[in-house]
Structures are given as structure tokens and as C-alpha cells.
């Protein structure tokens, strides 16, 4: 097996986004490549074509990579479901709740035969596997257990380039401290460095780069410049620097609040809005911060009853009520959608302690959990026309208890969510990712406050992100040493 592997000297150096650049590159050369990613810990996840469900950085690269994501890709994607239990995902269906301990003990050494068969069945298929590792390969008290990083570039025989992230501080002190970590065999596996996320003049850097060679033995294959490219994030530590090109103080004509719940999911739903003219998106926590918005977004969460009883305890669920009252517009996506209805009966303790709870009244349905995950692809066409395409994936069924106006008809045959001119409920994510109604939604708002229309002359979602991978493409390989990195994969 021809192998790549991308690990990282700690959580959000960039391993994804590097992934997905070899990805496109190598594709873009003319190899036949896929995605890896032993397992994965991640609340933002990608619903493939047969409705498996991995993480969304392997949905990503796959796509990068100019193929169909399957579980293979990600054949464990643990959930985190909070008190250190985590929802276990096998080959993209549920197969456990599980503690941590359990987790490692147990269940890791298990589930190797069925990682080794996914790696078999991408050998089959693909010229070159690129791999991405997890966190940090030098973790001492979890490497017995660690099965995402340095063991898979063992099973595959990979070689493995080091990334760090230079914008964290402390570059060259990670890099060696990384590497004193590892045993002999584990350093054998290091052919190259990444520095990461570099701002400033490379130049500046030479003496730090010739020290770092000489006492590693290592070469440093590139200086990546920091790039603002429209990769999805995979996980929520990404919260905390997400889109910084639209400073909080800034102004815009329309304000967009989205409540940063404690166990928000499946954030990029909201990346486009970014992206949208005039539109400000600020993550409120706090009742202090919510102040007079034009829309207040309910995302995605892990868990829809935990999450709503906070809701009550910081008073967001009465100030969301209250600016409804005045006027203002809500959108509630997936469990977002569940909290906006009348009630939630979670009589198995699906997500809560179990029982039955009164949630926002704002749309006329009921939810009801059972353990059985709805995971799917899905097309439709909105209330007004538009034809949208994105993904389920919950355990809750929502049911009107009188005559509504669904949010969109499903091309296989079902009726989605709730539409009211003020609020909409959807389990469809990415739905902000149609372009056309999401320009449309928010030109509906401009007119109501005297602002001009935007025209609905844009890329679509999918344009946008062949742009991305085909920027990335440029700019990774521009400042990265491909010779050698061809050189490594055998």
C-alpha cells in the first residue's frame, strides 16, 4: 500500500485542511487517492451516499479527492456525549454509548480486525491512501491505546510528516519535544516536517529551520503560509477562531445571533452566512449578548434535552421568546428544530434522565426519541421553490398536532420541518449551503428593512468548494517540497 500520513504536534495544527490539500494534488497528478482516519473524535459529521456516518473532515478530503466518501474512510467516529461517555459510531451506524475507560480497555483492540478490513478494501481501490492522525502521536499516558497515529502509519507501512502550527507559539519547542516522545521506530516514521500557519517573513526563519534539520535529521519540507481558504472545520475548538475576517465590533445591516449551545454539531451549516453581504453572525452564550437581533439561529446539537434545560437555566429560552414577541425572525436546524416545538418525550433517557419536557412552543410539533438514528442524504424543494439538497441525522421524529406549512417536500416522498413567515424548523443541514435560498431568505429581510436586494447571481455551494480545493491545490504546493513528498510515498 502506498501511503502518506499527515499527524500533528497537537489538536488544530491543520492536519484536515493538509490532508485535503494532498488529496487534490495528488488526484490533480493523476493518482487514484482516498481519505483515512482510523478513528475519529468529532461532533461535526458527514452522512455519505449509502447514509453512513463519519466525520466531516473525511467527507471533505473525499470530496477533494474527486470520489464518493464511504465508512471505510472513517471507520470509528466517536461522538461525545458529555460526563466523558461517547457515542460510539461503527462503520457509520451506532454501535455503543461508551465511557472512556471502557472505550480504551476494551473495545479498542476488538475493533482492529474491522479497521484492517477497511484498509484492505481502499488497497483494493486506491494507488495512495492519505492518512490523517489525531491530536498528538506523543501522548504517553494514551499511546497503548492510540490507534489513530502511529500504529496506522505502521499497519500501512506510511511514511509520516510532523505539522505544527506556528501561530500557537513555541514551534520549535513542540516539534523536538514531539519527537523525544517517540520511540526509535515511531521517529523512523518521520520523513519530513510542516510548519504551519506562518505569517510573516520565511526568511526569518532560516536559522530556526538549519537548527531544527541539524538536530533532528529531519528535513522541513515547507513553510505554509497562513491562507483563509473555505475548508470546512471539523471540530469545535475551530469555534473559537471561526471566520475571524468579520471583526464583533463591525457593523452590519443585518444582525444573525446563533446560540452557541454546549453541545453544538455539525457549526459549518453556518458558514455560509459568513459569506453573505451585509450579514454579521455573532455565537451568544449569555442573555447579555443576545441585544436585538434580525434572526436568532438554533443549531445542531449532540443533545437536544441537555441542551434546551440550559437554554432555561441562562435565560436564553426566555429571551429567545421574548424577541419573537417582537419580531424577531428563528430558524432551528436538527435538534435547533426539536427545541422550537411544543414537547419533547424522551421516555427511553435517550439524551436526558428521561421524562417528558416543555420546550419553546414556537412550532406546533412534538418530538419523540427512540435509538434509532435517522442518517441520510436528501433533495427537496423549499416552500418557495427552491431546490435544496444536504443531510438528516437524528434520533428524534417530529410530527405536527395540527396543519402546518412544511419547510420542504423531499424527493423521497416525505414532508421536512415547518415554515411560518417568522420561524422555520428543518432537519435538513447545510441548508444555508443552497446559496439561492439562503440569498433569497435574507433579500426577504433587506426589503423589510429598506435595504437594496443582493443579486442571486453567485456560485453555487459546490462551485465554491472546487474553488477552495483548487486554491489549496496552488498554495500547498507551492510551498511544499512535493518532490520529496512523492519520494516518500513507496
Known sequence: MKAIMIQGTASDVGKSVLCTALCRILVNDGFRVAPFKSQNMALNSYITKEGGEIGRAQGVQAEAAKIEATTDMNPILLKPKGDMVSEVILHGKHFANMDAVSYREQFVEEVMPEVRKSLQRLKAQYDVLVLEGAGSPAEINLKSRDIANMRMAHETDASVILVADIERGGVFASLIGTLMLLDEKERARVKGIIINKFRGMKELLTNGITWLEEQTGIPVLGVIPYLDVQIEAEDSIALSSLRLKKPQH???????????LPRISNFTDLDPLYEEPGVGVRFVSSLKDLKNPDVIILPGTKNSVDDFLWLEETGLAQGILRMSRRGTRIVGICGGYQMLGETIFDEQA?????????????????????????TVQVMGTTYAGHSITGYEIHLGRSTPIQPVQSFAQLDDGRQDGVYTEQVIGTYVHGIFQNRTFTRDYFNTI?????????????????????????????????????????????
Do not use: C
Open 446 to 490: 433587506r426589503v423589510e428593512k429598506g435595504l437594496e436586494e443582493v443579486s442571486n447571481e453567485m456560485l453555487s455551494d459546490y462551485e465554491r468548494r472546487e474553488e477552495a480545493y483548487e486554491m489549496l491545490d496552488l498554495h500547498v504546493r507551492k510551498h511544499l517540497d512535493m518532490e520529496k513528498v512523492y519520494h516518500f510515498i513507496k
Open 350 to 374: 435517550i439524551e436526558g434522565s428521561g421524562g417528558t419536557y416543555r420546550t419553546l412552543g414556537l412550532l406546533p410539533i412534538e418530538t419523540t426519541f427512540s435509538d434509532e438514528k435517522q
Open 250 to 260: 463591525q457593523e452590519f445591516d443585518i444582525d444573525v445571533v446563533v446560540i452557541q
